[in-house]
């Protein structure tokens, strides 16, 4: 029998030629579609605290992991940076919502540090409340100028002490500590604060952060401290949700959810069965492993399969995938009232079977190997091209699976090498075009969609790779003092998109490409002559106070000289 979510979601979307040994697959529907999102429909941006803030021991707050991992040596991130500065998010608060007010975004999506509210991360011992005011200010600002904050609790940047003391998210503790910390978030902006995400692509997070070793705190458990850190994750989830269901939603009036990133798997051959399962299994042991314990109270089935047996062939008494007991099951399903999603690009996906004397790992685990069509776009970026009718399928494939839950999209978006310095950036502008078309096809086909969060407001520190992708829409020099933001093409696309909620007609959304690109042109001009501009300030800075000086003395020394001819 075919996997459910072929059946499904094949109902939903038109069939495509198969993809055989030689043979390319086009997209399911080439056309574009023009039309509007429906009303009250969500737009905006995203960011978070690790990647944007700096001020990374100012007014109190603790260390992070991020912290220790990026000080810990060379090594660890591209150029060896840190994002003890980033783009002084925490000093440029108010410029950055013109930037938002500028966007026309009606949301804004950014997370709160937690070692900068508790900086030993445990409630009981310290409260910070410089960093209490600090995000309540910012809260104020985005409603005063009308943009509704989303607000993430955890974005990667577990506080430092936690990990040295309990080992961070392989110790079970961490979900009490994090819903202390929820519920003091809950306690603090919940007055104003209505949308909230406990957790950003955990998946990402444990596979980086405890399989390869390439995101803090940096250990290798290949094929089980991944694992360990998801379920405790996911019990911090549910103990932060039921805390808000029981204590705060009476009085508040929000909503809690997570977001989940996944690029979508497309079978190699759509005839051949062992595809299909790898295709399934991919979105199962990506997508599926958060979400089906969060709507359905336990694991996929494949993942227990897959990984209970290889744990068995290994030589293991028990699965490397932990169970939940029947209580935690229970308390585990339905505690989402929304699903956020994060997507930004495709693979195709055939079956290839690992042995389990390879050893644990989570690679090996899914028995699959992942390609790219060489004739997809290449957006300079190693792993991302630009495929979007992967994202229409991703989304009805989350509608289906999950029982049509709200969706807000979390993270989407393209980079830009660093080396490339170019504001008019009309591939994002493609990208955004396609994507958020194929979201508005997904709307049609039934998925309830209710927001759309681009991926990011500004240049920021990006993990691993340092500064050297650039996913903002306004670009950052990071290399003045002062950080300034230019804005890039995509800036006046995406506007308008917004401002008309879709896509009206041919004629209108090329104008809107066109317009952007000319309005980059000047910006160009003037980040182009910045250089000048900073070394012209900086001799003014050196010079004006010498040529003062030199007055001064000669001043001096001509009174002096005026005084002894008087006597």
Known sequence: MKPRWVLTLWCVLPLVPGLGATS?????????????????????????AYQMEGAWDQDGKGASIWDAFTHSGPGKVLGDSTADEACD?????????????????????????????????????????????????????????????????????????LQVKYGGWQNVSMAGYFSDYANLCFEAFGDRVKHWVTFSDPRAMVEKGYETGHHAPGLRLPGTGLYKAAHHILKAHAQAWHAYNTTWRSKQHGVVGISLTCDWGEPVDMNRLKDLEAAERYLQFCLGWFANPIYAGDYPQVMKDHIGRKSAEQGLEMSRLPEFSLQEKSYMKGTADFLGLGHFTTRYITERHFPSRQGPSYHNDRDLIEFVDPTWPDLGSKWLYSVPWGFRRLLNFAQTQYGSPPIYVMENGAPQQ??????????????????INEMLKAIKDGVNIKGYISWSLLDEFEWERGYADRYGFYYVEFNIRNKPRYPKASVQYYKKIIMANGFPNPREVESWRLEALETCSINNQRLATEPLRRHLHLLSEIVVPTVCVLCVLTAALLLMLLLSCHR
């Open 24 to 48: 390319k697959r086009s997209p399911e529907d080439a056309s574009f579609y023009y039309g509007t999102f429906p009303p009250g429909f969500s737009w905006g941006v995203g960011s978070s």
């Open 418 to 435: 660093s080396h490339c310095t170019q504001l008019c950036d009309e591939w994002r502008i493609q990208y955004l075009r396609g994507y």
């Open 89 to 161: 998010g925490y000093y440029k608060v108010q410029e950055d919502i013109v930037l938002l007010r500028e966007l026309q975004v009606t949301h804004y999506r950014f997370s709160l540090s937690w070692p900068r509210l508790l900086p030993t991360g445990i409630r009981a011992e310290q409260v910070n409340e410089k960093g209490i005011k600090f995000y309540s200010n910012v809260i104020d600002a985005l409603l005063k100028s009308n943009i509704t904050p989303i607000v993430t609790l955890y974005h990667w940047d577990l506080p430092q002490l």
